[in-house]
């Protein structure tokens, strides 16, 4: 969940200043009239003193008025969740259905990685002992954006057990309690990485005893946590300060030098010895969301069972207990690939940022607590593996001899087990034009009721040294329905023949469908055949000028070239010959000088760089009658959206784009309706009411399910519980890959391989969308780790075919009607001002919706800004307040004013089109009960101050009556003392 940062609340004194300085000048003013007012008679005198009093009260409730619906309107709608249906929790109906969508994802997303002798399901044993500080404070959840509500119970790890009918060692639980509870403090700024566990010397002789006699079977849980934040998992654990790693012993280090926090540490390691020295039937759960270097498990043979399951949210350990029972059998498939020895991974020495040193005076301080700071420092990372990412570099480097495979991988991207057996049969493939069809058979050879996965890869023609291409690459995936014993399935799979082109960026710059023969097969996983067939292409497509891919609207072409820079990208050329110089740690301190000028902060940006002079200021404020609601379902070329565009003001259009933090701000003048966003990934949370929904295991549980119905259907009941909220923007689904194991915010991106995400993404968002939600797909793009102002290098292939491939088929399969920029810098540039959401996301891809930055903070965090955003296709700011670096800086500028209609644009089309607009926008418009509430102060305020007035006056003026009286009669006026007064 969002934290409100230090540099939020600088932003919102700096909105309200100017009030409060025109209140101290009314009551300066006010002080300055009263003490002058002794110059003047009694009646004048006492006039002016009551209203020098009056005046700042009156100026006092004016002001905090203009506050409240001014500046601090969006934060109050917020606040006070004043949607206009009147619904700001989600019924115990939905929340029912919630729970069990959430369960469905936990049993068909909890992976079986061993099962020896079939120790699972557990039919005759009842009783476990639950070893590891884990199995009493398991993962539920990520952190940040993608953290669960605590406003819903959490069924623990042991619940789910207990649940299930099994019952667990209480002498083993308390032994883990005394060593406390799991630290929740790992917020985006304080993340630490302690493990905590008891030292092997505490199991004691006893302990052991005891535990041998309460049961012969024993459950190990090791668990990692990732989060939101600007560190990804530590390399080297050892390097770690004392206040981000505790030891467990003062006797020796947990870790040593060179060690990641996906290895186990020594008091881990010890602790598996000792179980498995005393208990024949082991089964291992890895409670986390990242692969892990899980080799022990190959050398324990006691460890008979290994499930993965990563954070299940608040209800998914409930599936655990009936996938340990066999009540459900498990049918998750890995998506990631786990290594023995990721140090070896092409992407290990070049995982983490580093810096420019050239760049140190472009250092960003960022305020994110009352005195404390953050900095980000200007810094890169190499994408050096190119278009091999995962499974696509070993599947590709075994077959080159580069690799021995099964030293190498330990479980192959796409695995999973079953309690029961399938076979799979592929029918011959026939060509349908634009497509190839052909039907898989699937059977159920076992005993148990179970579902199954279709994995269909294709294996492109190479030419050594050409277009560079893996031997597999997923293009296909289904999942079966629950099949009985011997009953079969026949699924008919689709490939669209673009689908099997390669992006030439370096030759034709397109897309291009070279000729020879494509192997399509489906396998078991990334590296086990089942069946396959051959489909041959007699000559080269290129998908170039005049020929299109299909599914684009455009033709697709280089558009980020100058992002390659300078780095050596891993080739497939002579067996991976480069291998060593491709991924040796960077070189590179300084920013080659020929990007330096093109590099830069909002503190040296010129914000006229996209003023363009031929620009022609537009109509503004003029008076069409056209109400938004009429354009609902129109296409975005209706000759209508010029006219209702016109009617706005720049003031309008500046508020809607700059003021869009969790919302999208009202606009009188097009009776458009105010619309409330909210995070997560996991659960739908309100950060402003913090209330929120039922937490779902996180997405990697839900891309471990291959299944593109779940997908559907967590997308749908996401997109009703945020309905019931009043809520119709999602800052959800992450689109981002898994392109190492360390990332921190992996456990809200789906997977290493862009097909898997797509499906699933693209399915989460269509289910979302049909319950009138927009989703943003986020975060757009490259950042696949927390890269806050990191230059990412990439080249275009790499960056098509494997971190833009989500993004795209959310767009284009998803109907996706928003998206949530990145916070990282691709090549010299934040990713937003690098303008391909105008050039691929809109022009080639077709979308039509919003493009939103991530939180914006006062200062759009040192390197964002309107006018970077605005003329490069990103339409609005997330920021509650309207001042600083989100608003334009010359709202005078044709240019700027043109790019506010632009994005106005795109942010009503998405608007008018989603659930707000269901009624015509009637319920969304009542207005928020605080506004009306301040409306009735003010007008209590002014009935007083007009009565006080009225009081003045008559008091005024029977004092003047009574003083004319004395002058006339007497000649002068005396008060009391005898005192003469003029």
Same mark, same amino acid.
């Not at 990485?193 to 079977?217: N, Q």
């Not at 179980?275 to 759960?285: A, G």
């Given at each position: 969940?969002l934290?409100?940062?230090?540099?939020?609340?600088?932003g919102?004194?700096?909105? /309200?200043?100017?009030?409060?300085?025109?209140?101290?000048?009314?009551?300066?003013?006010? /002080?300055?009239?009263?003490?002058?007012?002794?110059?003047?008679?009694?009646?004048?005198?006492?006039?002016?003193?009551?209203n020098?009093?009056?005046?700042?009260?009156?100026?006092?409730?004016?002001?905090?008025?203009?506050?409240?619906?001014?500046?601090?309107?969006?934060?109050?709608?917020?606040?006070?969740?004043?949607?206009?249906?009147?619904?700001?929790?989600?019924?115990?109906?939905?929340?029912?259905?919630?729970?069990?969508?959430?369960?469905?994802?936990?049993?068909?997303?909890?992976?079986?990685?061993?099962?020896?002798?079939?120790?699972?399901?557990?039919?005759?044993?009842?009783?476990? =002992?639950?070893?590891?500080?884990?199995?009493?404070?398991?993962?539920?959840?990520?952190?940040?954006?993608?953290?669960? =509500?605590?406003?819903?119970?959490?069924?623990?790890?042991?619940?789910?057990?207990?649940?299930?009918g099994?019952?667990?060692?209480?002498?083993?639980?308390?032994?883990?309690?005394?060593?406390?509870?799991?630290?929740?403090?790992?917020?985006?700024?304080?993340?630490?990485?302690?493990?905590?566990?008891?030292?092997?010397?505490?199991?004691?002789?006893?302990?052991?005893?005891k535990?041998?006699?309460? &049961?012969?079977?024993?459950?190990?849980?090791?668990?990692?946590?990732?989060g939101?934040?600007?560190?990804? #998992?530590?390399?080297?654990?050892?390097?770690?300060?004392?206040?981000?790693?505790?030891?467990?012993?003062?006797?020796?280090?947990?870790?040593?030098?060179?060690?990641s926090?996906?290895?186990?540490?020594?008091?881990?390691?010890? #602790?598996?010895?000792?179980?498995?020295?005393?208990?024949?039937?082991?089964?291992?759960?890895?409670?986390?969301?990242?692969?892990?270097?899980?080799?022990?498990?190959?050398?324990?043979?006691?460890?008979?069972?290994?499930?993965?399951?990563?954070?299940?949210?608040?209800?998914?350990?409930?599936?655990?207990?009936?996938?340990?029972?066999?009540?459900?059998?498990p049918?998750?498939?890995?998506?990631?690939?786990?290594?023995?020895? #990721?140090?070896?991974?092409?992407?290990?020495?070049?995982?983490?940022?580093?810096?420019?040193?050239?760049?140190?005076?472009?250092?960003?301080?960022?305020p994110?607590?009352?005195?404390?700071?953050?900095?980000?420092?200007?810094?890169?990372?190499?994408?050096? *593996?190119?278009?091999?990412?995962?499974?696509?570099?070993?599947?590709?480097?075994?077959?080159?001899?580069?690799?021995?495979?099964?030293?190498?991988?330990?479980?192959?991207?796409?695995?999973?087990?079953?309690?029961?057996?399938?076979?799979?049969?592929?029918?011959?493939?026939?060509?349908?034009g634009?497509?190839?069809?052909?039907?898989?058979?699937?059977?159920?050879?076992?005993?148990?009721?179970?579902?199954?996965?279709?994995?269909?890869?294709?294996?492109?023609?190479?030419?050594?040294?050409?277009?560079?291409?893996?031997?597999?690459?997923?293009?296909?995936?289904?999942?079966?329905?629950?099949?009985?014993?011997?009953?079969?399935?026949?699924?008919?799979?689709?490939?669209?023949?673009?689908?099997?082109?390669?992006?030439?960026?370096?030759?034709?710059k397109?897309?291009?469908? *070279?000729?020879?023969?494509?192997?399509?097969?489906?396998?078991s996983?990334?590296?086990?055949?089942?069946?396959?067939?051959?489909?041959?292409?007699?000559?080269?497509?290129?998908?170039?000028?005049?020929?299109?891919?299909?599914?684009?609207?455009?033709?697709?072409?280089?558009? /980020?070239?100058?992002?390659?820079?300078?780095?050596?990208?891993?080739?497939?050329?002579?067996?991976f010959?480069?291998?060593?110089?491709?991924?040796?740690?960077?070189?590179l301190?300084?920013?080659?000088?020929?990007?330096?000028?093109?590099?830069?902060?909002?503190?040296?940006?010129?914000?006229?760089?996209?003023?363009?002079?031929?620009?022609?200021?537009?109509?503004?404020?003029?008076?069409?009658?056209l109400?938004?609601?009429?354009?609902?379902?129109?296409?975005?070329?209706?000759p209508?959206w010029?006219?209702?565009?016109?009617?706005?003001?720049?003031?309008? #259009?500046?508020?809607?784009?700059?003021?869009?933090?969790f919302?999208?701000?009202?606009?009188?003048?097009?009776g458009?309706?105010?619309?409330?966003?909210?995070?997560?990934?996991?659960?739908?949370? +309100?950060?402003?009411?913090?209330?929120?929904?039922?937490?779902?295991?996180?997405?990697?549980?839900?891309?471990?399910?291959?299944?593109?119905?779940?997908?559907?259907?967590?997308?749908?009941?996401?997109?009703k519980?945020?309905?019931?909220?009043g809520?119709?923007?999602?800052?959800?689904?992450a689109?981002?890959?898994?392109?190492?194991?360390?990332?921190?915010?992996?456990?809200?991106?789906?997977?290493?391989?862009?097909?898997?995400?797509?499906?699933?993404?693209?399915?989460?968002?269509?289910?979302?969308? &049909?319950?009138?939600?927009?989703?943003?797909?986020?975060?757009?793009?490259?950042?696949?780790?927390?890269?806050?102002?990191?230059?990412?290098?990439?080249?275009?292939q790499?960056?098509? *075919?494997i971190?833009?491939?989500?993004?795209?088929?959310?767009?284009?399969?998803?109907?996706?009607?928003?998206?949530?920029?990145?916070?990282?810098?691709?090549?010299?540039?934040?990713?937003?001002?690098?303008?391909?959401?105008?050039?691929?996301m809109? =022009?080639?891809?077709?979308?039509?919706?919003?493009?939103?930055?991530?939180?914006?903070?006062?200062?759009?965090?040192?390197?964002?800004?309107?006018d +970077?955003?605005?003329? +490069?296709?990103v339409?609005?700011?997330?920021?509650?307040?309207?001042?600083?670096?989100?608003?334009?800086?010359?709202?005078? &500028?044709?240019?700027?004013?043109?790019?506010?209609?632009?994005? &106005?644009?795109?942010?009503?089309?998405?608007?008018?089109?989603?659930?707000a607009?269901?009624?015509?926008?009637?319920?969304?418009?009542?207005?928020?009960?605080?506004?009306?509430?301040?409306?009735?102060?003010?007008?209590?305020?002014?009935?007083?101050?007009i009565?006080? *007035?009225?009081?003045? /006056?008559?008091?005024?003026?029977?004092?003047?009556?009574?003083?004319?009286?004395?002058?006339?009669?007497?000649?002068?006026?005396?008060?009391?003392?005898?005192?003469?007064?003029?």
């Amino acid at each position: 969940m969002l934290q409100i940062a230090w540099s939020d609340v600088v932003g919102v004194i700096d909105a /309200i200043k100017w009030y409060l300085v025109v209140f101290a000048l009314i009551v300066i003013a006010a /002080i300055i009239v009263a003490a002058l007012a002794h110059l003047w008679s009694v009646p004048v005198r006492k006039l002016v003193r009551s209203n020098a009093i009056a005046v700042p009260l009156v100026a006092l409730v004016a002001v905090i008025s203009m506050i409240l619906t001014g500046p601090m309107s969006t934060l109050l709608n917020l606040s006070m969740n004043s949607d206009a249906a009147g619904k700001a929790t989600i019924s115990d109906a939905t929340t029912a259905k919630a729970g069990k969508v959430a369960k469905s994802i936990a049993g068909e997303g909890f992976v079986l990685l061993k099962n020896d002798d079939g120790l699972l399901p557990l039919t005759d044993t009842k009783k476990l =002992n639950l070893f590891g500080w884990a199995s009493e404070n398991p993962v539920y959840g990520g952190t940040g954006s993608g953290a669960i =509500n605590a406003s819903y119970d959490i069924q623990s790890l042991k619940d789910g057990l207990h649940k299930a009918g099994f019952q667990t060692n209480d002498d083993l639980s308390a032994l883990y309690s005394k060593l406390g509870k799991r630290d929740s403090s790992n917020s985006t700024f304080n993340k630490g990485w302690s493990l905590p566990e008891v030292t092997a010397d505490r199991y004691t002789d006893d302990v052991m005893a005891k535990a041998k006699a309460f &049961s012969d079977t024993a459950v190990i849980t090791l668990a990692r946590v990732g989060g939101e934040g600007y560190n990804d #998992m530590p390399q080297d654990m050892s390097q770690l300060p004392a206040d981000k790693y505790r030891n467990n012993s003062d006797k020796y280090a947990d870790f040593q030098p060179g060690e990641s926090y996906l290895q186990v540490s020594r008091t881990e390691r010890d #602790m598996i010895d000792l179980v498995c020295k005393n208990f024949d039937k082991v089964i291992f759960l890895y409670n986390g969301s990242n692969p892990m270097q899980l080799g022990f498990l190959r050398d324990h043979p006691q460890i008979r069972a290994a499930l993965w399951v990563p954070a299940p949210g608040n209800v998914g350990f409930d599936s655990l207990g009936e996938i340990l029972s066999g009540r459900i059998n498990p049918s998750g498939r890995t998506t990631d690939t786990f290594l023995y020895d #990721m140090r070896k991974a092409p992407w290990w020495n070049n995982a983490a940022a580093t810096d420019y040193e050239n760049l140190k005076s472009k250092a960003v301080s960022l305020p994110v607590a009352k005195g404390v700071t953050f900095k980000l420092k200007p810094s890169y990372i190499n994408y050096v *593996e190119g278009i091999y990412v995962g499974y696509k570099y070993y599947e590709t480097a075994a077959s080159e001899g580069a690799i021995d495979y099964d030293s190498t991988v330990q479980f192959p991207f796409g695995y999973g087990l079953s309690y029961t057996s399938f076979s799979q049969k592929m029918s011959d493939i026939k060509d349908e034009g634009d497509s190839l069809g052909f039907a898989v058979t699937v059977t159920n050879t076992g005993s148990a009721s179970g579902k199954d996965t279709v994995e269909v890869y294709s294996n492109p023609p190479y030419t050594n040294g050409g277009l560079e291409k893996a031997t597999a690459n997923l293009i296909a995936l289904k999942k079966t329905r629950l099949l009985d014993p011997k009953q079969s399935q026949t699924i008919k799979v689709s490939i669209p023949k673009e689908r099997l082109a390669s992006y030439d960026y370096l030759g034709h710059k397109a897309y291009v469908l *070279e000729r020879g023969a494509y192997e399509i097969s489906i396998k078991s996983d990334s590296h086990h055949a089942i069946d396959h067939k051959e489909y041959t292409v007699d000559k080269d497509v290129v998908y170039g000028k005049g020929n299109p891919r299909p599914s684009d609207k455009t033709v697709a072409t280089n558009h /980020i070239d100058e992002v390659a820079g300078d780095v050596n990208y891993l080739s497939r050329k002579d067996h991976f010959a480069n291998y060593e110089q491709a991924t040796t740690a960077p070189a590179l301190k300084e920013l080659p000088k020929k990007y330096v000028d093109q590099y830069h902060t909002n503190a040296d940006f010129d914000r006229a760089t996209y003023t363009r002079k031929q620009d022609a200021m537009p109509t503004t404020g003029a008076k069409n009658h056209l109400k938004l609601a009429q354009l609902r379902g129109a296409s975005a070329d209706d000759p209508r959206w010029d006219k209702l565009l016109d009617q706005m003001s720049v003031k309008d #259009m500046s508020d809607l784009t700059s003021m869009a933090g969790f919302q999208t701000a009202a606009v009188d003048s097009i009776g458009k309706v105010a619309t409330t966003d909210a995070d997560g990934p996991a659960a739908i949370n +309100n950060n402003f009411t913090k209330k929120g929904s039922l937490g779902f295991p996180v997405a990697v549980v839900l891309a471990n399910t291959w299944s593109a119905d779940l997908a559907r259907q967590y997308g749908e009941i996401m997109g009703k519980m945020a309905r019931e909220m009043g809520i119709v923007g999602w800052y959800a689904p992450a689109m981002n890959t898994h392109r190492t194991s360390i990332g921190g915010r992996n456990f809200e991106y789906f997977s290493e391989d862009g097909e898997l995400a797509g499906v699933i993404g693209a399915n989460a968002v269509a289910g979302a969308k &049909s319950k009138g939600v927009y989703a943003y797909i986020k975060h757009f793009a490259l950042y696949d780790s927390n890269a806050m102002m990191v230059s990412i290098w990439s080249n275009e292939q790499a960056a098509r *075919e494997i971190y833009l491939r989500p993004f795209e088929m959310s767009v284009k399969q998803g109907k996706a009607d928003a998206t949530m920029v990145g916070w990282d810098y691709v090549g010299t540039k934040w990713s937003g001002e690098q303008g391909w959401i105008n050039t691929i996301m809109r =022009n080639e891809w077709g979308f039509k919706g919003m493009a939103l930055t991530d939180s914006f903070g006062a200062d759009g965090r040192g390197f964002m800004n309107a006018d +970077n955003a605005l003329p +490069n296709g990103v339409d609005a700011m997330l920021s509650t307040y309207g001042n600083g670096p989100n608003v334009v800086d010359n709202p005078k &500028s044709p240019s700027s004013v043109k790019y506010l209609r632009q994005a &106005s644009k795109h942010i009503l089309y998405t608007v008018v089109n989603s659930g707000a607009y269901d009624d015509g926008g009637a319920k969304a418009n009542a207005m928020p009960a605080w506004k009306k509430m301040v409306i009735g102060v003010d007008v209590l305020t002014a009935i007083l101050a007009i009565a006080a *007035e009225v009081l003045f /006056i008559r008091r005024y003026l029977r004092r003047r009556s009574q003083a004319d009286a004395v002058v006339t009669g007497r000649g002068d006026l005396t008060d009391q003392n005898g005192q003469q007064e003029s």
